[in-house]
């Protein structure tokens, strides 16, 4: 399999060299240049690791299986304490994939626990022996969770970039907290964009690449427009489904519909690539927060970012550019002319509308809404009270938009965070008084609840700060030099 650039569907490259560069040049996204087929009967009863070594194996064709092998048994098994990809009725037709089984309790595990090990064998298998400095931008939860994946890994630095007082305090501690030599974190004075606006510049910045080149030293990506952070996200669309066949809740072969609370537009692409090598995907329900940018794309067609920016209880998903659409439309339009132009006029003017077969195109496979602050709030209350269900503000505003995009298939949605991973928010919404600090919350969760706080947000306000420098976006570039 090779991989084309979304900005230019001339160049060809390995999936080795599509995860150490990450990004393709003049900003392209690189996009595989075919949808391998599924062999769903041959997979339906493989483990979470299994199905990953399979998947992956369709995409990542020159690694070796048994690279792909341990890779997935290291990373899917223990990790997870056997709960990678596990998916549990909510009620009649409605499950909740749970994907915060892991180290940082963030979905972002499933990607950022593998990606490590994709890219120190891409760099073996290229003869690459510079350091690899990872440069970060995240809303919350990405941070986290590539800290985890790449500390302590020789060859690899990383930088992490967060808006300031734009993560819930438990995510700021998390990245804040984090153990390694070989990291270094940076609140940036703006929102996510800002941050992710600023990471960007760097990359496309020549003067940089030139800089660390002398110091033998190679920027890349964690972000998900990095292919290794997409592909592992593929694996637990399939899982879902089979275990839903399993369960009796589908039969085999019937459309199963997957609502997702989307904010970069990484995880539910991986449900259009499941659904493109073969599952049977009826809609892929893109949810959004008040932040309906993407709701207002896939309904009309015109992508529009100048709009007012809201902090919201679902901070992963406040999001105005969302880079991973860009891939979408590559494989909808077909043509790497038409991307760019978008992308160019999004960058002048802050908006483009594409053509009419592009919009069906999308239309085809996607729906979309929104849910506000109040309504992820009662949502979070009626799963728990009538379900017994307890979930996390972004799994709450999927639901909710779930509730209404709901037709006659199964509704699959993904359960993107722990609910202690913002535990007053969640209080607040069961009516209970929110103490002020994150921790009192989590414990008053608890009591309420009856549910545990996962052992590694627990211990969090134990741990010593390391990092507390404040940057200006534009010190971005300084700080990726240093
Ligand atoms: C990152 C994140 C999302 C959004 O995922 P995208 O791939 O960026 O669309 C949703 N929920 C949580 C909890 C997240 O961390």
Known sequence: MQYQSTRDSGLRVSAAEAIVRGLAPQSGLFVPEAFPKADLAAWKNLSYPELAREVLALYLTDYSREFLAGATARTYGEAFGGKAGATVPVHEGLYALELWHGPTCAFKDYALQLMPRLLVEAKKTLGRTETTRILVATSGDTGKAALAGYAGLDGIEIQVFYPNAGTSEIQRLQMVTQEGENVQVYAVDGNFDDAQT?????????????????????????????????????????????????????????????????????????????????????????????????????????????????????????????????????????????????????????????????????????????????????????????????????????????????????????????????????????????????????????????????????????????????????????????
Not at 365 to 394: K, V, W
């Open 198 to 482: 600023g990471v960007k510049r760097v990359f496309a910045d020549a003067s940089v690449g030139a800089e660390l080149e002398k110091r033998n030293i190679r920027l890349s990506s964690a972000n998900s427009i990095n292919w290794g952070r997409l592909v592992p996200q593929i694996v637990y669309y399939f899982h879902a489904y089979f275990r839903l066949v399993e369960q009796g809740a589908a039969a085999w072969g019937q459309p199963v519909d997957f609502c997702v609370p989307t904010g970069n537009f990484g995880d539910i692409l991986a449900g259009y690539y499941a659904k493109r090598m073969g599952l049977p995907v009826g809609k892929l329900v893109c949810a959004s927060n008040r932040n309906n940018v993407l709701t207002d794309f896939i309904r009309t067609g015109t992508y529009d970012a100048r709009r007012e920016f809201y902090k919201t209880s679902s901070p992963s998903m406040d999001i105005l550019i969302s880079s991973n659409l860009e891939r979408l439309l590559y494989h909808v339009s077909g043509s790497s002319g038409k991307v760019s132009a978008w992308m160019r006029e999004l960058a002048q003017t802050g908006t483009y509308t594409v053509d009419a077969e592009t919009l069906a195109a999308i239309q085809e496979s996607f729906a979309a809404g929104y849910a506000g602050e109040a309504e992820c709030a009662e949502e979070i209350r009626a799963r728990y009270e009538q379900d017994g269900y307890l979930c996390d503000t972004h799994t709450a505003v999927a639901f909710r938009v779930a509730e209404a995009c709901r037709g006659e298939a199964p509704m699959v949605v993904l359960s993107t965070a722990s609910p202690f991973k913002f535990p007053r928010d969640v209080l607040a919404a069961l009516g209970t008084q929110a103490p002020s600090g994150d921790f009192a919350a989590m414990a008053a969760l608890e009591k309420k609840t009856g549910a545990c706080a996962p052992q590694s947000l627990r211990e969090l306000d134990r741990k010593p700060v390391r990092f507390s420098e404040i940057i200006a976006p534009e010190e971005i570039r300084a700080a990726a030099l240093r």
